[in-house]
């Protein structure tokens, strides 16, 4: 029913946006952005990490990956990427479907700045071969996402996660 509290999200805050399904997985960065057309930097993947107490999810551009030190600093303790079955525990969606829209409970959002160079993004929505189209400020704005730099500097590589 992933899918469905997708759907139902945007029935209720954005109903001028499409929940696009295609025939093809989109479950990986480079899947979906085949069967989307865009660069894989344009995918909007969403990860779930815990630091410390919290549980959170994290909203970045497809090929960024977390910096251990910049997350640290920020947060104040290293991410710990949770397993499959956690996520879909908190998220109601499966990995490869995860994003932050029609989740069963509140759940702090953010999204990392590497998402802000584009126009409009493409995270899942749900489903594996689930997505939406939609820019990345309106993503945070119906979220109640806060913005983050949390991912590795593409030019030094940085500490990944």
């Known amino acids: ?60 551009s497809g090929t960024s990956r ?28 499966p990995v490869g479907g995860v994003c932050p829209f029609g989740l069963p409970s509140p759940i702090p959002i953010y999204c990392d700045v590497s998402l802000k160079r584009f126009p409009e993004v493409v995270p899942a929505a749900g489903a594996i071969n689930a997505a939406v189209r939609i820019s990345p400020e309106r993503m945070a704005d119906l979220t109640a996402a806060t913005w983050v730099d949390v991912g590795q500097d593409p030019v030094s590589g940085g500490d990944a996660a």
């Open 66 to 93: 977390l910096d251990n030190r910049k997350f640290r600093d920020h947060f104040g303790a290293k991410p710990r990427m949770l397993g499959g079955d956690e996520v879909a525990g908190i998220t109601s969606h």
């Open 1 to 60: 029913m992933s899918l469905e509290s997708v759907r139902a999200f945007f029935a209720v805050h954005a109903p001028d946006i499409d929940v696009i399904v295609t025939e093809q997985s989109s479950a990986t960065v480079p899947l979906a952005a085949a069967a989307h057309g865009v660069a894989p930097e344009q995918i909007a993947k969403t990860i779930c990490v815990r630091s410390g107490e919290i549980t959170a999810l994290v909203v970045m």
